[in-house]
């Protein structure tokens, strides 16, 4: 099947910190990458939807200059979490869908803890 | 009422025992996914299903589009299928059940 890597798996940092997360079709072109926020034993929450060369679509509630999504390549769309904060420690899930049939490919998701 | 209803929310089982993981949706739909989510974190996609039944190895997921209902069955459960399992419904996006924790103990 095909592979989505998620890069880093987890990352520590200090409060004000900006991270950046990045999230990689390795043998597809994916016209569409989605980001999912998951609180512990919550299910996965759509943060944004970005397609390749356009600017993502968020999710309502969803700080936009918070979370910066870009979408440079078929193959690479990266989340940058700016002035992180405690409250931003989550865990960051990234799939791509190449558009047929609606088919997701998911990440295995980035764990976050903000000091 | 969330639209996507999953039970049991918490399920344990002897080693051998056969699964099944229920998911419930009131929306329309294109596809429904079984997730798997171990504890690390990582998701692992099992099914994508639109109509009927999928086999892979132990694991079974069947849908009955007219009754909005799947099922995910695993036979000769085993500790390593200890992990979270999620439905998720493709509508013009992905809506996700909260999960089912399954424990299988030795």
């Known amino acids: 099947g095909a592979v989505v890597s998620q890069h880093p798996s987890w990352v520590i940092c200090k409060s004000g910190t900006s991270v950046k997360i990045e999230c990689r079709s390795l043998?597809?072109?994916?016209?569409?990458m989605f980001w999912y926020r998951q609180f512990p034993k919550q299910s996965l929450m759509l943060m944004a939807t970005s397609n390749e060369g356009s600017k993502a679509t968020y999710e309502q509630g969803v700080e936009k200059d918070k979370f910066l999504i870009n979408h440079a390549s078929l193959t690479l769309s990266t989340l940058t979490v700016t002035s992180a904060h405690p409250e931003d420690s989550s865990f960051y899930i990234c799939?791509?869908?190449?558009?047929?049939?609606?088919?997701?490919?998911f990440g295995a998701g980035t764990r976050l803890s903000v000091l | 009422k969330n639209e996507v209803e999953q039970s049991p929310q918490n399920l344990t089982a002897q080693e051998g025992e056969f699964i099944t993981i229920n998911c419930s949706y009131s929306?329309?739909?294109?596809?429904l996914h079984w997730l798997q989510q171990h504890p690390g974190g990582g998701i692992v996609s099992l099914f994508m299903l639109s109509s009927g039944k999928k086999k892979h190895g132990r694991l079974i997921a069947t849908i009955n589009i007219q009754e909005k209902h799947s099922s995910l069955h695993i036979t000769a459960s085993h500790p390593r299928d200890s992990a979270v399992y999620i439905c998720?419904?493709?509508?013009?996006?992905?809506?996700f059940g909260t999960g089912t924790r399954l424990q299988v103990f030795p």
């Open positions: 043998d597809f072109q994916a016209t569409t």
């Open positions: 998720a419904v493709n509508t013009d996006k992905l809506i």
């Open positions: 799939s791509a869908s190449a558009g047929r049939r609606n088919i997701q490919y």
């Open positions: 929306v329309g739909i294109s596809a």
